[in-house]
């Protein structure tokens, strides 16, 4: 029933707007007290009324249970003097008296009907024992009241048994009078009570209207600041500081704004990077082949020569593509890894016997040191696009009697792959950008010897994939280190 009520609230789309509920809270807060005071003041007034009329004929009903006694009314009604005052009494307050002896017997009712009859009340007899009654009867709209009649026992009645000074219920008085000025002077209060409270009612509701306006307004101003940014108005960063909330969600809303322009500007770079790459070896291959056509009488040794370089830009081509579609790859793969128990020491062997014949081919000694088995979480065809391109980088970069050492350690919850030559090194500067896409320290060097400026990015996406880490350090003229570090286990996030 609750989850129902929930869902049906959720349902109702004005329910879902924080004015509608700022409007609601504000207007109940100020409306409920209205109400409460109302309440509060009618019955107060009710009940204060009520008690200065019992009071009052509490005190003129005491009086006149004296005089009955003096005037021995229980034994003789004919009393004018009583009489009289019983007439006045309930003329006054608009109500009946009836005079009950000690044996039941109603000895005198001011309207004159059960008079010589008996009457029993559980009210006067409770009064006989001692607990006379004042009960106030809302809805016939009348008071009752016992009164004991009582007569202290004098010296000359006095016996043992009933010593001076005792009092003796002779009998009771049991009184009615109407509540009917206190009725209409409620009904004027009300009426009174229900205009100022419909005059508040409006007041509230239009107070509080403007107040949950006033309140919601800075919010208002962010969608209207997001949507001016949105329509491409403005490329400044938004601000409303009129509330710590506002702040906060145009601050988020800035660093995405930031971060998406970041993140724009790369790949606008990245575009232009991609096609000014791709482009380079169809311009030499579009040269090459003008050239030829443009001869009359070519050579066959010559139209070799030239088709032997515009395979080899074909190639360089190829790689390139080859290269980004890796990269586009292991973007998408995050979840992708096909994660099995690897031999890292076979692995590496396994890379090193490739690659040794283009290390030979520049006079470079390919080493590897392996202190320990290491049999480690990882996917193996990324692992290997790993040690590869470091690897081959390392041969690439290297210097005629140059040396790599490839060095595999780890300890119970880490491996390393150390990979170190003593090739031209990387200039401080170019440090921190090599693992950007396409950047390479020498532009031309790195393209006579086929590098596509991709590798390195590559390679610290695969080292990313495994939660590892990727670091550099180099001396321009010594050498260059790469050291990468996973964990043992792969642990899924
Ligand atoms: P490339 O295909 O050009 O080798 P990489 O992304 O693999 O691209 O490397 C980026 C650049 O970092 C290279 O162009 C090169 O200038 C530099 N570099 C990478 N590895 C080494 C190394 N072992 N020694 C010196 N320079 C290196």
């Known amino acids: 029933m609750a989850d129902k009520l929930k869902n049906f609230m959720k349902n109702i789309r004005i329910w879902r707007s924080l004015k509608v509920r700022l409007f609601i809270i504000i207007f109940l807060v100020g409306i409920i007290p209205v109400f409460i005071i109302r309440a509060g003041i009618l019955d107060n007034y009710e ?42 009494l309930s003329n006054l307050y608009n109500g009946r008296v009836l005079i009950v002896n000690g044996n039941l017997k109603v000895m005198k009712d001011t309207y004159g009907i059960i008079e010589g009859k008996t009457i029993i009340s559980e009210e006067v007899i409770k009064c006989f024992k001692g607990s006379p009654i004042a009960n106030y009867d809302k809805t016939n709209g ?15 009645m006095a016996t ?12 009771v008085m049991l009184t009615s009078v109407s509540t009917d000025v206190i009725t209409a002077t409620m009904d004027i209060l009300s009426r009174k009570a229900l205009i100022m409270e419909i005059i508040m009612f409006a007041v509230i509701f239009i107070l509080s209207m ?58 606008q770079e990245f575009v232009a990077n991609v096609s000014h790459e791709l482009k380079t070896p169809i311009t030499s291959v579009k ?55 690897v031999d890292m020491n076979q692995l590496a062997e396994i890379i090193l016997k490739r690659l040794r014949p283009i290390a030979r081919k520049s006079n470079v000694e390919l080493l590897l040191v392996s202190t320990r088995e290491i049999v480690a ?7 290997s696009l790993i040690l590869s391109n470091l690897i081959e980088n390392a041969i690439k970069y290297n210097t005629e009697q140059g040396k790599v050492t490839v060095t595999l350690d780890a300890d119970h919850q880490y491996f390393t792959i150390e990979v170190a030559d003593t090739g031209i090194g990387i200039p401080e500067d170019s ?62 996030s």
Do not use: C
Request: a negative charge; aromatic letters at 6%; glycine letters at 4%.
């Open 287 to 341: 040269v090459l082949a003008d050239s030829l056509i443009a001869q009359k009488d070519v050579p066959v040794e010559l139209y070799q020569e030239f088709m032997v370089d515009i395979a080899q830009e074909i190639e360089r081509e190829d790689k390139i593509i080859n290269d980004l579609l890796a990269l586009v790859k292991m973007d998408k793969a995050a979840t992708s890894l096909n994660i099995t128990a």
């Open 142 to 156: 009348f008071i009752e009241i016992t009164t004991p009649i009582i007569e202290t026992v004098s010296s000359q």
């Open 210 to 267: 403007g107040l949950a306006n006033f309140l919601i307004a800075p919010f208002d101003k962010v969608s209207k600041a997001i949507s001016e940014v949105k329509e491409g108005h403005t490329d400044e960063a938004i601000s409303v500081s009129d509330y710590i909330e506002t702040e906060n969600i145009v601050d988020a809303f800035n660093s995405l704004l930031k971060r998406m322009r970041v993140l724009d500007n790369s790949r």
């Open 431 to 492: 440090l921190a950008r090599i693992y950007e896409r396409f950047y390479r320290v020498d532009k031309s060097h790195s393209r006579e010897i086929g590098g596509t400026g991709l590798g390195l990015a590559i390679t610290k996406n695969a080292v990313q994939l495994h939660k590892g880490t990727i670091k550099v350090e180099s001396t321009v003229g010594e050498g260059t280190t790469f050291l990468v570090k996973f964990p043992l286990t792969y642990i899924a």
């Open 47 to 88: 009940n204060r009324a009520v008690d200065v009329r019992r009071s009052d004929v509490q005190k003129q009903l005491k009086i006149i249970a004296n005089h009955l006694i003096t005037y021995n009314y229980l034994q003789d009604t004919s009393s004018a003097v009583i009489n009289a005052e019983l007439e006045q």
């Open 377 to 383: 979480e990882v996917d193996e065809v990324k692992m």
């Open 160 to 171: 043992e048994t009933m010593p001076e000074g005792t009092e003796l219920i002779r009998g």
